[in-house]
């Protein structure tokens, strides 16, 4: 019987401590590099130009810009501590000025108009009453009774006023003389020409004003009359002046024509000014604007705000004001210091932050592309902090909103989309204190910033639907809004701020991630990046490409698929990005479509395999070849340069050894082997972690499907082996993984495999009686004759939990479990049982401790108790676990005779 216990002892030698990074970090001196072996040429003067570039618009930015120094503070605000003047300044009393102005207005009598509709109103009076009094009854459908009914209304009223006082008949005399009634037309036109005011009306407009009850009437020839309002005319005023003037002019009958005459004008004149609104306000406006501004100086050492006070709105433009004054006055003063010191304090910040990134080794900074886009987002952000600043500050004089309303995470969101969130998060740190010093060394700034770049680095990570653009912006405005309610909190503002400041907050947060998304395409296609949104396209397998896979090469295509399972579970678990890691996996071999039937997963079956007709130099070649047709494929259907990266690298520069090794057997005769060169992929060697997942994925799946029994224990073994002779072969000399982390992706890719190519239940023909022959644990049944296979393997307490649900249905360490995995294969042919034993040695510490005796004693009664049970044993019921306990003490007792058990375990097998 053959123990394969090699295999646990053989993975225990290969793990490597976990602080230790990839050989690919360290030079033969020891050293590590600065950069990845891309940027090593040159790099440093590339870094230094770029850096002197965003120097130079930093300063710009801070030093060239229009005075608007903030102000903490807002109207209702509680002064925290007396303010006094530093310069003396003169401001604008805007108060005193708008009170003077208010004055100015209220001197300014109201304008009325003569309404031309009612000017001829008294003559049509006229005109009806004499048709009245000539026809007392009308006809349907003459004239006075086509009249509106207020005139008609009026004229019966006067006519039978008339009737009562006994003058209808004078006034029947008047309508006969032609000259006469001529003349009492012009009188009537006239006096209502020169407006007839109504007393409540002009009282109504002349509250509130000091022009001493003055009115302006333009009359029906539109001059502009000034009049003191009680002297304007009314109706009943015009009618006794009229009657008494044209009685005066016709004495004829004057006794009874008189008072007739004044009651029929009372009745025909009415009010016919109207206030004109529009030229009033003209009016006012012009007198207003005639009042100078009034202007306050301030001495310096006065004090602006008391302790204690409500600062309001001519506080702020007072504060605004001197503000402004100090900074002009120190500006001119020390220019030349000024500029000085931003120089040398913007250049500390470019230097700290050029090393930040440096520190950050982040694997999409590798090419020098990268950097470039790095820089071109720094120097937007910049100047966006600065337009939005230079445009807020020309309308507003109190910079609480302002911090609200920047776009500070604008940079952060398009690099976390395009370089990753950690060199996002530090360029928005950067750009954070950049905002801060072109706004007065703002710490308000800076933190708002800050806290903005950090949710907009993390959020726009996981957006990858249109409805995430909308969350992202309504998490960054959450948070702005915090930082927001933490500053008015601290500094005792009026909370009725606070609905201002979140609805600020908000929309600035939408707006800056819908602007972020809206031109994320335009920089992946200037930098040739790629992007989680580009990655989901890919993802799609209706792609032309995995289509024409699908159809031409399908085997390739399945395969391709697993690949991609694996290599994005094995992402995922070192915290690497799962969805490059697929999408790198589906395209990873195109190159196939070139001459699929050379492909072993295209084959149907080995005996149709064409390279038994080609030398091992040319089946080589085709096979070398599928990389350089795949990205000749990716260049035709446009792929991003990530995934010609992976079409090109996920070989590496390997050994094609089955070629090789045929070719080796083929010269055995000859002194000159073939050269490995030949049979090695032109590489260059894998950099990023998912690519270095894919090629791993890529070989274990192939190797896999070789395996006639894929148990377990062999799937790890395979797994273990191909990683080692990658490390070995010198394929991960330029990964960016450490131990600690390929060993986390070695175990997700065998674990995984196995999950994929785990036995199956050999399903039988209907009406057939069968065994089954999924493998079963603790199975009890005699072996066979003939030799087999026996794995034992030591596995840790969590993988023996988990072993413990999968196949026995309850979750418990136990110390063994074994395995009859049915006929093997011995060194003659068919014949034996396979069979698997899984000891748990941490299980087996705690029993020794129990029973008195050692670990390698107890380890070795596991392999016991686990032969046994594959012997037929059971010790489910009693009487069968009496007898197993007396077998497993008879061979302990022989086992003991021929070995040291206490130093069995420890001789290297």
């Given at each position: 019987?053959?123990?394969?216990?090699?295999?646990?002892?053989?993975?225990?030698?290969?793990?490597?401590?976990?602080?230790?990074?990839?050989?690919?970090?360290?030079?033969?001196?020891?050293?590590?590099?600065?950069?990845?072996?891309?940027?090593?040429?040159?790099?440093?003067?590339?870094?230094?130009?770029?850096?002197?570039?965003?120097?130079?618009?930093?300063?710009?930015?801070?030093?060239?810009?229009?005075?608007?120094?903030?102000?903490?503070?807002?109207?209702?605000?509680?002064?925290?501590?007396?303010?006094?003047?530093?310069?003396?300044?003169?401001?604008?009393?805007?108060?005193?000025?708008?009170?003077?102005?208010?004055?100015?207005?209220?001197?300014?009598?109201?304008?009325?108009?003569?309404?031309?509709?009612?000017?001829?109103?008294?003559?049509?009076?006229?005109?009806?009453?004499?048709?009245?009094?000539?026809?007392?009854?009308?006809?349907?459908?003459?004239?006075?009774?086509?009249?509106?009914?207020?005139?008609?209304?009026?004229?019966?009223?006067?006519?039978?006023?008339?009737?009562?006082?006994?003058?209808?008949?004078?006034?029947?005399?008047?309508?006969?003389?032609?000259?006469?009634?001529?003349?009492?037309?012009?009188?009537?036109?006239?006096?209502?020409?020169?407006?007839?005011?109504?007393?409540?009306?002009?009282?109504?407009?002349?509250?509130?004003?000091?022009?001493?009850?003055?009115?302006?009437?333009?009359?029906?020839?539109?001059?502009?009359?000034?009049?003191?309002?009680?002297?304007?005319?009314?109706?009943?005023?015009?009618?006794?002046?009229?009657?008494?003037?044209?009685?005066?002019?016709?004495?004829?009958?004057?006794?009874?024509?008189?008072?007739?005459?004044?009651?029929?004008?009372?009745?025909?004149?009415?009010?016919?000014?109207?206030?004109?609104?529009?030229?009033?306000?003209?009016?006012?406006?012009?007198?207003?604007?005639?009042?100078?501004?009034?202007?306050?100086?301030?001495?310096?050492?006065?004090?602006?705000?008391?302790?204690?006070?409500?600062?309001?709105?001519?506080?702020?433009?007072?504060?605004?004001?001197?503000?402004?004054?100090?900074?002009?006055?120190?500006?001119?003063?020390?220019r030349t210091r000024d500029v000085l010191v931003t120089l040398g304090l913007t250049l500390v910040l470019v230097i700290m932050g050029a090393g930040g990134l440096m520190l950050l080794r982040a694997p999409s900074l590798q090419s020098r592309s990268a950097l470039v886009l790095v820089t071109v987002v720094t120097i937007l952000q910049a100047l966006v902090s600065r337009s939005a600043a230079d445009l807020y500050h020309g309308y507003q004089a109190s910079s609480v909103l302002f911090a609200s309303l920047v776009p500070m995470a604008l940079g952060s969101l398009l690099l976390a989309q395009l370089v990753g969130p950690a060199p996002a998060v530090w360029v928005g740190v950067f750009t954070s204190l950049l905002t801060a010093m072109q706004n007065n060394m703002s710490v308000h700034l800076f933190l708002v910033g800050a806290s903005a770049s950090f949710a907009g680095a993390v959020l726009a990570r996981m957006a990858r639907r249109r409805l995430d653009v909308l969350r992202v912006g309504l998490g960054i405005g959450l948070v702005v809004l915090v930082m927001q309610i933490l500053f008015v909190v601290s500094n005792d503002m009026p909370l009725d701020l606070l609905p201002r400041l979140g609805a600020a907050a908000l929309l600035s947060g939408v707006a800056t991630s819908a602007v972020a998304f809206a031109v994320l395409p335009l920089f992946e296609h200037v930098f040739g990046l790629t992007t989680e949104f580009s990655l989901l396209e890919l993802s799609d397998l209706n792609h032309p490409l995995l289509q024409r896979l699908q159809m031409e090469a399908p085997g390739t295509y399945h395969h391709s698929l697993l690949v991609a399972t694996l290599a994005e579970q094995a992402a995922a678990a070192i915290n690497a990005n799962p969805l490059l890691a697929r999408v790198c996996a589906y395209f990873h071999d195109i190159g196939k479509l070139a001459q699929p039937e050379y492909f072993a997963e295209n084959i149907a079956t080995p005996e149709d395999t064409p390279h038994d007709s080609l030398r091992p130099r040319l089946s080589a070649l085709v096979i070398l070849n599928h990389v350089k047709e795949g990205l000749e494929l990716a260049g035709q259907y446009r792929l991003r340069r990530i995934i010609r990266d992976a079409i090109a690298q996920h070989h590496g520069t390997s050994l094609v050894y089955y070629f090789y090794r045929r070719a080796l057997e083929r010269n055995a005769d000859t002194t000159t082997p073939p050269a490995e060169s030949d049979y090695r992929y032109p590489g260059p060697l894998p950099a990023r972690r998912e690519i270095v997942l894919v090629g791993l994925a890529d070989a274990c799946e192939a190797a896999a499907t070789s395996l006639e029994k894929p148990t377990p224990a062999k799937i790890e073994s395979l797994v273990n082996d191909i990683v080692q002779n990658r490390l070995l072969d010198g394929q991960l000399d330029h990964a960016d993984l450490t131990f600690h982390e390929l060993s986390v992706a070695r175990e997700t890719l065998a674990r995984s495999l196995s999950t994929m190519r785990h036995a199956r239940v050999a399903y039988p023909k209907p009406n057939e009686d069968h065994e089954d022959r999924v493998p079963k644990p603790r199975t009890a049944c005699p072996a066979p004759p003939g030799d087999g296979e026996l794995t034992v393997a030591l596995i840790g307490p969590r993988r023996m939990r988990r072993m413990n649900r999968q196949f026995l249905g309850h979750d418990a360490v136990t110390d063994v479990i074994a395995f009859d995995l049915g006929p093997g294969t011995g060194p003659d042919g068919p014949g034996g049982r396979a069979a698997e034993l899984y000891v748990c040695p941490a299980q087996a510490v705690v029993n020794a401790g129990r029973f008195g005796t050692s670990a390698a004693t107890e380890i070795v009664l596991c392999i016991v108790h686990g032969l046994l049970h594959l012997n037929g044993e059971d010790d489910r019921e009693a009487p069968a676990r009496r007898r197993m306990r007396r077998a497993e003490r008879r061979v302990m007792r022989t086992l003991r005779s021929e070995f040291d058990l206490d130093r069995l375990l420890s001789v290297q097998p």
């Open positions: 019987m053959k123990v394969n216990i090699a295999a646990w002892m053989t993975k225990l030698t290969r793990r490597q401590p976990r602080e230790l990074s990839s050989p690919s970090r360290r030079r033969p001196g020891g050293r590590r590099r600065a950069w990845p072996p891309r940027l090593e040429r040159g790099t440093g003067g590339f870094v230094a130009l770029l850096g002197a570039l965003v120097w130079a618009v930093a300063t710009l930015t801070i030093v060239w810009q229009r005075p608007h120094p903030p102000q903490n503070f807002v109207s209702g605000q509680e002064a925290g501590q007396d303010i006094y003047s530093q310069v003396p300044f003169e401001y604008t009393d805007n108060a005193q000025t708008e009170e003077l102005r208010q004055q100015a207005r209220r001197r300014v009598p109201p304008v009325y108009q003569v309404d031309p509709a009612r000017l001829d109103a008294p003559v049509q009076f006229l005109t009806d009453l004499q048709q009245a009094l000539a026809a007392p009854t009308p006809a349907t459908g003459d004239e006075t009774a086509a009249a509106p009914p207020s005139l008609k209304t009026r004229v019966q009223a006067a006519v039978k006023e008339l009737e009562k006082r006994g003058g209808a008949a004078a006034l029947g005399k008047l309508f006969e003389q032609p000259e006469e009634l001529q003349q009492l037309h012009t009188q009537v036109r006239r006096a209502s020409a020169r407006g007839l005011a109504d007393e409540d009306g002009v009282a109504t407009f002349l509250e509130g004003t000091t022009a001493a009850d003055r009115v302006v009437v333009r009359d029906a020839q539109g001059r502009r009359i000034e009049a003191v309002a009680g002297e304007i005319a009314r109706p009943s005023q015009a009618a006794k002046s009229t009657a008494a003037e044209f009685v005066q002019r016709f004495p004829a009958d004057g006794g009874r024509r008189g008072p007739a005459l004044e009651t029929v004008l009372a009745a025909a004149f009415q009010p016919n000014l109207v206030y004109d609104a529009q030229e009033t306000a003209q009016m006012r406006d012009q007198a207003a604007a005639q009042v100078p501004v009034v202007k306050e100086f301030v001495d310096a050492q006065v004090r602006l705000l008391r302790r204690g006070d409500r600062i309001s709105g001519e506080d702020l433009a007072r504060l605004n004001t001197h503000a402004r004054e100090l900074q002009r006055q120190r500006g001119e003063e020390n």
